[in-house]
């Protein structure tokens, strides 16, 4: 059996709100984005563990964990149907953290009620798509948006900002894309963090102009 889970944390409160859960770092990724910190686990092919591996860990682990996150890496990489089986079956609660690449296995996941949560990333609008990800799956990323505001599951979406890739004329055309595609919740931007990364980034010197920013949705800043 192949390791294509990189590593798994043991246990956080943070990662999925008001729930006690481990994080699953699935290997590899379709995108390559220049603020990445986990460029390991991307570029990586096998991992510390398999599939028995993480379910007899869970099995351990009934009641006192609450939930499993799957992430990465980009977890949909992998088929995830009968892995997010196994773990309802242990009676598990499943987020998933996605880069919205593989809307196909999302709307099946949904379909067959495998998951309770959704986080998904908002790169860039259309024209910095390809520099940022350097994938052109931009029109992936808008299909899992569309689909995940069908399904009726709860989910969030979230931009990390770094203000050399971004500005805030960006961010406020997001918004518009996110509005135009029904998203009416909060929206997430989290700040880059200066650690290794992709694309060697550093911190920018360049300022983001709060004054212009438009609040058409409701931005919570995370660091
Ligand atoms: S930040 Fe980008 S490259 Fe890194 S895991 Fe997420 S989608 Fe992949």
Redesign the pocket.
């Given at each position: 059996m192949k390791k294509i889970i990189y590593n798994i944390t043991k246990f956080t409160t943070t990662d999925y709100k008001d729930h006690l859960s481990c994080i699953v770092w699935f290997t590899s990724?379709?995108?390559?984005?220049e603020?990445?910190?986990?460029?390991d686990?991307?570029n990586s092919k096998s991992g510390l563990y398999t599939i028995d591996d993480l379910l007899g860990f869970l099995k351990k682990r009934v009641g006192l964990l609450e939930a499993v996150v799957l992430s990465?890496?980009?977890a949909t990489m992998h088929n995830l149907i009968e892995i997010c089986k196994e773990i309802k079956a242990l009676d598990y609660k499943i987020k998933l953290d996605t880069?919205g690449?593989n809307p196909k296995q999302i709307k099946e996941l949904l379909e067959k009620e495998l998951l309770d949560f959704v986080a998904i990333?908002f790169?860039a609008t259309k024209n910095k798509f390809k520099e940022i990800?350097k994938s052109n799956l931009y029109d992936n990323f808008i299909e899992s948006l569309n689909i995940l505001e069908k399904s009726g599951i709860e989910y969030e979406v979230r931009t990390?900002l770094h203000n050399d890739l971004l500005n805030v004329h960006d961010i406020n055309e997001m918004q518009d894309i996110l509005i135009e595609n029904n998203y009416k919740k909060d929206y997430f931007v989290q700040n880059f963090l200066e650690v290794e990364n992709?694309g060697d980034l550093k911190s920018s010197t360049q300022k983001f102009d709060l004054s212009k920013l438009d609040n058409k949705l409701n931005i919570i800043w995370r660091n």
């Open positions: 990724c379709n995108m390559r984005c603020y990445c910190y986990n460029p686990i991307v990465g890496g980009e880069n690449s990333d790169k990800t990390t992709i």
